[in-house]
């Protein structure tokens, strides 16, 4: 399949002229070697000192079928073991790529994308995307996830040019990573009820044609998550072309907006380590995990709005001492809060809060139940519980009440340090 980019990039009833980047993406068995042909005498032939981006998983599932590109590319193989997107991983790519390189080729998941876009935007040099597992929605965006002095951040960065992803290469990745896709794409529901939330509450920037993107791509996975996860080719190239999509729709906005808010929050608490220890888990599976967790608390605000049990109160901030514990004991403190100033929440009065009740309860109440949700991540051997990810219900409460300082985009979790709940 091949997506037409080029139906992103238009005015929108927003506002806005969306702009994209990516100009060739093919989603299909041998994409690799329609990417040879570019390469060879295409568009791309132009590019002639090109550099290969892998790890030692990635490069071991490519080897055969991408064997004539990588005999024309000076090719990197990262260690897999403990492989992160920072500044160690950048150090070694910078300190082993020759210096004339003019195209990067990025050859992995999510990591090794970041990583190849953060090089490639500070080298002003373009790069291609050659998933090889459908275990995120990081390939198309401009936005690169790092770990920067122990902080989880995500940087302004470059989309690829093209993307080639090839059915028979991630269609036959282990089904733990085709699971993480999934997972990163059913907990759209949480973010685009944030964003929508935030939109109410502060008047925030809002596209409503990117929000259905996001709905068709979880749409799409949702109608055939059965076949899927029996890892059925034609199936699986659906969750691919719904992860880019995904990837679309935060190039189109230009951050990640439509694609991560208390959910993701969550899953940057953790991968800082400041109420765990490392946690052998995938993004996917951290982000199902937390998904459910910010559904409960969501449906537990709307049920307290319904019943009149839920009022606004002025912000205070009651999580002081737990800051200066958790994140301070890190030496993260002081770029967590520069990442929070000015306190958003400050700017909200409570009576303008309490008039968008009503408001955030129809949004909550338009999520699936709970129970659904569950079931849904069940059918498609997702990561449900903070057990599946090694650990345990002590830390639910400090992560729903710390997550917000991760990142200031506003979410309904923030939202929730404004309101008096009663009567359970
Ligand atoms: N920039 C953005 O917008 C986004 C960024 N992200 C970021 O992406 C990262 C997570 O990416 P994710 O894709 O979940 O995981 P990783 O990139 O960490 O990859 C997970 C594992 O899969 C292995 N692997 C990949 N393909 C294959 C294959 N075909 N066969 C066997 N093993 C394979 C990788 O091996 P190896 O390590 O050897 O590659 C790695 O061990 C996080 O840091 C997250 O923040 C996520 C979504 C969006
Ligand atoms: O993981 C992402 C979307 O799935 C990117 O989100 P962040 O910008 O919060 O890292």
């Given at each position: 399949m091949r997506v037409d980019a080029d139906d992103f990039a238009r005015p929108c009833s927003c506002g806005r002229e969306h702009q994209i980047a990516v100009k060739e993406i093919l989603i299909e068995a041998g994409a690799v070697e329609k990417l040879e042909e570019e390469m060879s005498e295409g568009m791309l032939r132009e590019y002639i000192s090109p550099l290969v981006i892998c790890d030692t998983n990635t490069y071991a599932a490519t080897e055969e079928l991408m064997e004539d590109i990588y005999d024309r590319c000076q090719v990197l193989v990262l260690?897999?073991?403990?492989?992160?997107?920072?500044r160690h991983a950048i150090k070694i790519v910078e300190n082993n790529m020759?210096?004339?390189?003019?195209l990067i080729l990025a050859v992995g998941a999510g990591t090794i994308h970041d990583i190849s876009r953060y090089i490639a935007h500070n080298y002003k040099v373009p790069f291609i995307s050659v998933p090889?597992?459908?275990?995120?929605?990081?390939?198309?965006?401009?936005?690169a996830a790092m770990t920067l002095d122990g902080v989880k951040k995500t940087v302004p960065s470059v989309a690829p040019i093209c993307v080639y992803a090839d059915t028979d290469i991630f269609s036959k990745a282990p089904q733990r990573l085709t699971a993480a896709g999934i997972s990163d794409l059913m907990a759209k529901y949480i973010c685009l009820a944030d964003w929508k939330i935030a939109n109410l509450v502060t008047g925030e920037y809002f596209c409503r044609e990117t929000v259905k993107l996001e709905e068709k791509a979880l749409k799409t996975v949702k109608s055939s998550i059965q076949d899927i996860t029996e890892g059925e080719e034609d199936e699986c190239e659906q969750l691919m072309y719904a992860l880019i999509l995904s990837g679309l729709a935060m190039q189109m906005i230009g951050n990640s907006r439509p694609a991560s808010c208390a959910e993701h929050q969550v899953t940057h608490l953790w991968d800082m380590?400041?109420?765990?220890?490392?946690?052998?888990?995938?993004h996917g599976e951290k982000v199902s995990v937390a998904a459910l967790l910010v559904l409960e608390e969501y449906k537990r605000i709307a049920a307290a709005i319904t019943q009149g049990r839920c009022h606004a109160k002025p912000y205070e901030n009651e999580d002081e001492e737990l800051l200066k514990e958790t994140f301070g004991k890190k030496g993260l403190l002081e770029e967590i809060r520069k990442e929070n100033e000015p306190e958003l929440l400050e700017t909200i009065s409570p009576q303008h809060l309490e008039k968008c009740l009503n408001g955030i309860e129809e949004i909550i109440d338009e999520l699936p139940s709970e129970q659904t949700m569950f079931h849904l991540l069940e059918k498609a051997g997702c990561a449900k519980t903070v057990y599946d990810i090694?650990?345990?219900?002590?830390a639910v409460l400090p992560s729903l009440r710390l997550a917000?300082?991760?990142?200031?985009r506003l979410s309904l979790l923030r939202i929730s340090k404004m309101l008096d709940i009663r009567g359970e």
């Amino acid at each position: 399949m091949r997506v037409d980019a080029d139906d992103f990039a238009r005015p929108c009833s927003c506002g806005r002229e969306h702009q994209i980047a990516v100009k060739e993406i093919l989603i299909e068995a041998g994409a690799v070697e329609k990417l040879e042909e570019e390469m060879s005498e295409g568009m791309l032939r132009e590019y002639i000192s090109p550099l290969v981006i892998c790890d030692t998983n990635t490069y071991a599932a490519t080897e055969e079928l991408m064997e004539d590109i990588y005999d024309r590319c000076q090719v990197l193989v990262l260690d897999a073991e403990g492989l992160q997107a920072d500044r160690h991983a950048i150090k070694i790519v910078e300190n082993n790529m020759e210096e004339d390189i003019d195209l990067i080729l990025a050859v992995g998941a999510g990591t090794i994308h970041d990583i190849s876009r953060y090089i490639a935007h500070n080298y002003k040099v373009p790069f291609i995307s050659v998933p090889t597992a459908a275990s995120g929605d990081g390939f198309v965006t401009t936005v690169a996830a790092m770990t920067l002095d122990g902080v989880k951040k995500t940087v302004p960065s470059v989309a690829p040019i093209c993307v080639y992803a090839d059915t028979d290469i991630f269609s036959k990745a282990p089904q733990r990573l085709t699971a993480a896709g999934i997972s990163d794409l059913m907990a759209k529901y949480i973010c685009l009820a944030d964003w929508k939330i935030a939109n109410l509450v502060t008047g925030e920037y809002f596209c409503r044609e990117t929000v259905k993107l996001e709905e068709k791509a979880l749409k799409t996975v949702k109608s055939s998550i059965q076949d899927i996860t029996e890892g059925e080719e034609d199936e699986c190239e659906q969750l691919m072309y719904a992860l880019i999509l995904s990837g679309l729709a935060m190039q189109m906005i230009g951050n990640s907006r439509p694609a991560s808010c208390a959910e993701h929050q969550v899953t940057h608490l953790w991968d800082m380590e400041v109420i765990n220890g490392p946690l052998d888990a995938l993004h996917g599976e951290k982000v199902s995990v937390a998904a459910l967790l910010v559904l409960e608390e969501y449906k537990r605000i709307a049920a307290a709005i319904t019943q009149g049990r839920c009022h606004a109160k002025p912000y205070e901030n009651e999580d002081e001492e737990l800051l200066k514990e958790t994140f301070g004991k890190k030496g993260l403190l002081e770029e967590i809060r520069k990442e929070n100033e000015p306190e958003l929440l400050e700017t909200i009065s409570p009576q303008h809060l309490e008039k968008c009740l009503n408001g955030i309860e129809e949004i909550i109440d338009e999520l699936p139940s709970e129970q659904t949700m569950f079931h849904l991540l069940e059918k498609a051997g997702c990561a449900k519980t903070v057990y599946d990810i090694g650990l345990d219900e002590s830390a639910v409460l400090p992560s729903l009440r710390l997550a917000p300082y991760t990142r200031r985009r506003l979410s309904l979790l923030r939202i929730s340090k404004m309101l008096d709940i009663r009567g359970e």
